[in-house]
């Protein structure tokens, strides 16, 4: 089993900026490649945010927020990062992250979740 948990959420004025933190352990995290981030609006399907590769560091972001949103990892910590810059009202959601072994944008290509941050953006 692998265990992540997420920090970082809250309220912020747009544009504004907030880092979350995703701390992955387990006996197997190790083995998981990829860690992705994805978000949840009340009423709406989960949508994919970002994802990022342990090993390369090889990247892929969703079109919304391309450009304002970096995701990055610390090997030593097992943790990875989304740091959100000029955010945006309809960037308010419940942020997830995910463990899974491909560089994907489908959720169902993660097999670990955590159980979620908020994160909202007042205008």
């Known amino acids: 089993q692998v265990q992540l948990v997420e920090s970082g959420g809250g309220l912020v004025q747009a544009g504004g900026s907030l880092r979350l933190s995703c701390a992955a352990s387990g006996r197997t995290s190790s083995n998981y490649r990829t860690m992705g981030w994805f978000r949840q609006a009340p009423g709406k399907e989960r949508e994919f945010v970002s994802a990022i590769r342990w090993s390369t560091g090889d990247t892929l972001y969703a079109d919304s927020v391309k450009g304002r949103f970096i995701t990055y990892t610390d090997s030593a910590k097992n943790t990875v990062y989304l740091t959100m810059n000029s955010l945006k009202p309809e960037d308010t959601a419940v942020y997830y992250c995910?463990?899974?072994?491909?560089?994907?944008?489908?959720?169902?290509?993660?097999?670990?979740w955590g159980q979620g941050t908020q994160v909202t953006v007042s205008s």
């Open positions: 995910a463990a899974g072994n491909l560089l994907v944008t489908d959720p169902n290509g993660y097999i670990f």
